[in-house]
């Protein structure tokens, strides 16, 4: 069964008195456990279209369901839970949040969203923390850290709460070639020992070939998909 | 919830400036309100004290109808014996009643043999005078401590506009209620600091001098005063002696007897009541001045943060707990204010008790402010600069919980 299945998906939006389609009847599916990247100009539709899988937007027409639910039929606060719940984000500028120390920020989506009993928290963080690189940090604040180690606890922070999908738009954006590239491996390892489906977007031609499937994205529409191994569509 | 706390704080020393700022004008607002509470609950509390323990006592009973004719001290108003005793019965069935003085007040001439003037008097037992209003003794000015039979105290006014001096031999001249007119002679033992308010100029004598002047074929009264435990439960003993008086009525059905705290008497209870309104503006001043600064900064905090709560609302944090985390940080804020307001507050009455600021009150003169402040008053104030910033915090939390994550999270 598909993670995620989007059927003629549409997005409209209005800027000022300018009617903008940036989606145009996109469908496709993404299984679990999968390493997706969507590729493609700036304007083509990849963050519209992070921001309609990972429920904070809502298409304008189409069916999107993402773990067997319906997005459109989620309210504020159910969206809010169901977030909290199955999906994990890691943002371009990293947002961490500046007052929270990196162990604070990996344990925040724990004690806030999901509630968890503190030796539960104590127990993923450390795990997390292990697993990408940053114990020895783990008592810093954001702005006593690199963009890279920024990265690497925005990972931990979305996979903290074991989530079946985890969204990443233009995640290596802000960081160098070599830190960028050291974060995509990060996220493929961790996608291998949390088997959780990772969705990026990027525009970075360097970081495209690390995707096990490829979409290209142009003008809201899909130009086509390519997995590893030599499958193309399109 | 302790985590919220925590990251208030720390969210608060982020932007440590403005922090202080806002907390600086609240500890200002809680210092003024909290110094002038003390200093005005003070001056009202001392300027009671002298009229109730110096003449009124705290409660008064006289026959109906007296205190709308108090001016001429009617001696047709005055009670019987068998009313006494029904008063009398009424106060030692109250309970909160430490002492009590009956008195005869009628007015007179006062006569130094070349000179004569008015005078109104006060007939009354010493000893139960002195328990029922104890600082009549400290407004002697010159003389002795008390008067005994056959002896006068006057009012410092008198003796200085007659030139009367202790130990001098006057007359009192009064007619009685029956028309006829008998004069004593009596010695002056004392001079009475003038007070402001009803009886502040009255003469005193003893009450067997005031019933041989009056001809009294049997003693009467004209007031009895009342002098309580605890003038806290001034209220509560007023009721229950109005209630044990309310059954006496007289021969055309109305009540006998009439009951009044010093609040009904004395013309000072307006200023009393005046100084609680100012107190009431003061405290409204105050939760402006936290509503504003509170509502200013928690507004900003909210513009300056909308990345932030767009990443926290993205990864799922819930809208009541956004609201709850931006209403913690206004508590936080103003706890602190508060409580900088209340150890300065503190420390300046402190100051201003072992400084002694003396003023002056109608005819006395040099009153020593002994401001003070109740823990009521102190957790009074800190609650409502609390509960405003609480609430000043509202709007902008509840914008904050409102956003969408979306368009936060595209904020530059």
């Given at each position: ?9 549409y ?30 100009p ?9 921001n309609?899988?990972?429920c904070?937007?809502?298409p304008?027409?189409?069916t ?22 199955h999906?994990?984000?890691?943002f ?18 724990l ?63 802000n ?30 031609q ?10 290209r ?18 | 919830?302790?985590?919220l706390?925590?990251i ?18 609240v ?12 200093a ?7 300027i ?31 009670m ?6 029904k ?34 008097l ?7 005078e002195?328990?029922?209003v ?14 005994q039979?056959?002896?006068?105290l ?12 202790v ?29 402001t308010g ?16 009056l001809?009294?074929e ?14 806290g439960?001034l ?11 309310s ?37 409204l001043?105050?939760i ?7 509502m ?9 943060r ?20 931006f ?38 003169t ?13 957790v009074?104030?800190?609650?409502i ?28």
């Open positions: 069964m598909a993670l995620v299945v989007a059927q003629d998906i997005k409209d939006y209005q800027v000022g008195e300018v009617a903008v389609q940036a989606l145009r009847g996109l469908s496709f599916e993404i299984e679990p456990a999968s390493f997706v990247s969507f590729v493609g700036s304007g083509s539709g990849k963050t519209t279209l992070l309609l899988i990972g904070l937007d809502k304008t027409k189409g999107l369901m993402v773990a067997d639910t319906d997005i459109l039929s989620l309210g504020r606060k159910a969206s809010a839970t169901f977030r909290g719940e999906i994990g984000f890691i371009q500028d990293f947002n961490l949040i500046p007052v929270l120390t990196v162990y604070e920020n990996i344990e925040y989506p004690l806030m969203v999901q509630e968890l009993p503190a030796p539960e928290r104590l127990k993923r963080v450390t795990t997390l923390l292990e697993a990408v690189g940053m114990t020895e940090q783990k008592d810093k604040y954001p702005d006593q850290i690199s963009g890279g180690q920024k990265q690497r606890v925005a990972v931990a922070r979305a996979l903290v709460t074991n989530p079946q999908l985890v969204l990443a738009d233009e995640p290596t954006a960081l160098d070639s070599k830190t960028a590239y050291m974060v995509i491996e990060l996220m493929k390892k961790m996608k291998d020992e949390f088997k959780t489906t990772f969705i990026f977007s990027t525009h970075d360097k970081i495209v070939g690390e995707a096990e499937i490829l979409y994205l142009e003008d809201g529409l899909l130009a086509g998909r390519e997995a590893r191994g030599g499958q193309t569509n399109g | 919830m302790a985590r706390f925590r208030a704080v720390r969210n608060l020393r982020r932007y440590k400036r403005r922090t202080l700022l806002t907390a600086s004008l500890a200002i607002g809680v210092l003024f309100v909290l110094v002038f509470i003390a005005s609950g003070s001056f009202k509390n001392m009671i004290a002298q009229i109730t323990d110096s003449m009124l006592g705290h409660i008064q009973v006289h026959k109906k109808g007296y205190v709308a004719s108090i001016e001429n001290l009617p001696l047709t108003l005055n019987n014996q068998d009313q006494m005793k008063v009398e019965k009424a106060i030692q069935g109250t309970p909160g009643i430490e002492a009590y003085s009956p008195r005869v007040k009628f007015g007179g001439m006062f006569s130094t043999f070349a000179e004569t003037t008015n005078i109104r006060n007939g009354v037992d010493p000893d139960k002195m328990k029922t104890p600082l009549l003794q400290s407004r002697i000015l010159q003389g002795g401590k008390w008067m039979k056959g002896e006068l006057i009012p410092q006014l008198l003796a200085r506009g007659m030139g009367v001096k130990g001098d031999t006057v007359v009192i001249i009064a007619t009685n209620k029956d028309g006829s007119v008998n004069g004593k002679q009596l010695r002056v033992s004392g001079i009475l600091e003038s007070a009803p009886g502040g100029r009255d003469g005193y004598l003893h009450i067997d001098d005031a019933i041989e002047i001809r009294m049997e003693p009467e009264v004209s007031e009895v005063a009342i002098r309580l435990k605890d003038f439960r209220h509560d003993v007023y009721k229950g002696l109005t209630a044990a008086l059954n006496e009525m007289n021969k055309q059905g109305t009540l006998l007897f009439e009951v009044h705290t010093w609040e009904g008497l004395s013309p000072f209870f307006n200023v009393a009541r005046m100084i609680d309104v100012m107190t009431f503006f003061i405290k001043m105050l402006a001045i936290v509503l504003v600064s509170i200013n900064v928690m507004i900003m905090a909210v513009y300056e909308i990345r932030e709560i767009g990443t926290i609302a993205a990864i799922g944090t819930q809208p009541h707990r956004i609201l709850s985390m209403i913690v940080e206004g508590f936080c804020l103003a706890l602190f204010g508060a409580a900088i307001g209340t150890v300065a507050g503190l420390l300046v009455v402190l100051i201003l008790r072992s400084v002694k600021v003396t003023f002056d009150f109608g005819m006395q040099g009153l020593v402010l002994m401001p003070t402040l109740h823990v009521m008053d102190v009074a104030v800190a609650l600069v609390i509960v405003v910033a609480v609430l000043g915090s509202l709007q902008p939390a509840f914008k904050a919980s409102r956003m969408e994550p979306i368009k936060a999270l595209r904020h530059v």
